[in-house]
């Protein structure tokens, strides 16, 4: 389980930035990142980082941030009613760039210490190393799918709590 935070405020400001380019051990495979800032009920002032392509607040929306470490992973818009799992709507990379150096240097690796040293090396090492690719990527797949099932867990409630709301009771 993952210690997700919940913030409720209005947004400042929402600036998008289209100008990231990923690096080799990035996750994230959307170039674009939203930079939200909330003020909340004592009027202090938060900044929320969300790597995703969609953004359903603008400035003066009421919103309920689930953040993970300051980086958003759901909203639910109090203002339009509107919510989203940013983990579903933009899935990480499972396979990344930095495996592949990681699979092609270390093969290159086993094959130079297998010739150098013992060919024991090569029974151990490169089946380890076909290994390593399935593995990671299903680690990141477990990691992807729980912190996502969490965040639908954590937006339920908002959901109904702001559509009960409204309702005044009966007297």
């Known amino acids: 389980m993952y210690v997700l935070e919940t913030l409720t405020g209005r947004v400042i400001e929402a600036r998008r930035y289209l100008n990231r380019i990923p ?25 929320i980082v969300v790597y995703s392509r969609c953004m ?9 941030v689930i953040h993970y470490g300051g ?9 339009i009613g509107m919510r989203v799992n940013f983990v579903l709507e933009n899935p990480i ?6 495996d592949v150096v990681v699979i092609v240097f270390g093969s290159f690796g086993a094959l130079m210490l297998g010739a150098y040293w013992h060919p024991m090396v090569l029974l151990i090492g490169l089946p380890l190393l076909a290994l390593y690719g399935p593995v ?4 990141r797949r477990h990691y992807q799918v729980s912190l996502a099932n969490q965040v639908e867990e954590m937006l339920d409630p908002i959901q109904v709590e702001d559509v009960v709301k409204p309702f005044k009771p009966r007297r």
Request: proline residues 4%; aromatic residues 6%.
């Open 136 to 139: 990671v990527m299903l680690k």
């Open 56 to 64: 359903p607040a603008r400035a003066g929306h009421a919103v309920t």
């Open 93 to 98: 990379a499972l396979l990344r760039s930095i």
């Open 23 to 47: 690096g080799l051990r990035d996750d994230d495979p959307s170039r674009e990142r939203w930079e939200l800032w909330l003020a909340d009920a004592s009027n202090r002032e938060h900044q």
């Open 71 to 79: 980086r958003g992973v759901g909203l639910y818009n109090l203002s």
